[in-house]
């Protein structure tokens, strides 16, 4: 089993910034795919970013240019820096990993438990 530990979140201004981390730990051959989702009430989770072991990332259009995902493979640490916040980016946020637990078993994932992001002034 893996978990995936969040922390970060918190209440921001408009314009401000925040970083979240997200540390995997448990059964862990190697982590592949490390990404950030985000969720408001009513509506389904979306994508925010994703990083691949090799440092490929992607990100959501809303969020180019202002938030940046990284992570730390020592660690199986994924971090998501966020910048010029808004109010559209209130969500609770949630840490995804695809992580592989032996050399011979598969993909599978795996979620945080969620962090609350509220951009409020």
């Known amino acids: 089993q893996v978990q995936l530990v969040e922390s970060g979140g918190g209440l921001v201004q408009p314009g401000g910034s925040l970083r979240l981390s997200c540390a995997a730990s448990?059964?862990?051959?190697?982590?592949?795919?490390m990404g950030w989702y985000r969720q408001v009430p009513g509506k389904e989770r979306e994508l925010v970013a994703v990083i691949i072991s090799d440092g490929t990332t992607n990100y959501a259009d809303s969020v180019k240019g202002r938030f940046a995902i990284s992570r730390d493979n020592n660690k199986n640490t994924v971090y998501l820096q966020m910048n010029s916040l808004d109010s559209e980016d209130t969500a609770v946020y949630y840490c995804?990993?695809?992580?592989?637990?032996?050399?011979?078993?598969?993909?599978?994932?795996?979620w945080g438990q969620g962090t609350q992001v509220t951009v409020s002034s």
């Open positions: 995804n990993a695809r992580v592989r637990s032996s050399l011979l078993s598969g993909l599978n994932n795996y």
């Open positions: 448990g059964r862990i051959f190697i982590v592949n795919t």
